[in-house]
């Protein structure tokens, strides 16, 4: 009887920790305009959560066929919406004003995904 109710004491706090380092990293998420960001390396070939313009048409702007150039790029969150899944799109601009790719002055991205698969770094 003695060792249930300190389990279950035990069992509750862990819980309550738990649930409470979930909250303070949700509330640490929420972007906010002016925030600046760093563009990282996809995880894959092309980005998933960041919308950049495909590379077939990079290169029919007369662009290379690659990636690399935006990669650590310091760009800053000009607009936030939600999509219709309630998730937070951000729309981001270089902060020195340069085009992205130089095709488009910003790109959105789905701000949590991004975050999540590291295609976006807070700087």
Do not use: W
């Not at 060792?3 to 640490?28: E, H, P, R």
């Not at 960001?37 to 590379?55: D, F, G, R």
């Amino acid at each position: 009887m003695k060792f249930t109710k300190l389990f279950s004491i035990a069992f509750l706090m862990i819980c309550g920790l738990v649930s409470y380092q979930v909250n303070a990293t949700n509330i640490d998420t929420n972007p906010e305009i002016g925030d600046r960001l760093l563009i990282q390396s996809p995880e894959n070939t092309t980005y998933t959560a960041v919308n950049m313009p495909k590379l077939n048409f990079v290169v029919k702007k007369g662009g290379v066929a690659n990636y690399k150039s935006v990669q650590n790029t310091l760009v800053e969150v000009v607009k936030i919406s939600q999509n219709k899944k309630g998730e937070s799109m951000v729309t981001l601009q270089r902060v020195d004003s340069a085009k992205i790719l130089g095709l488009k002055k910003s790109v959105s991205a789905n701000y949590d995904k991004a975050l999540q698969l590291g295609e976006l770094k807070k700087a």
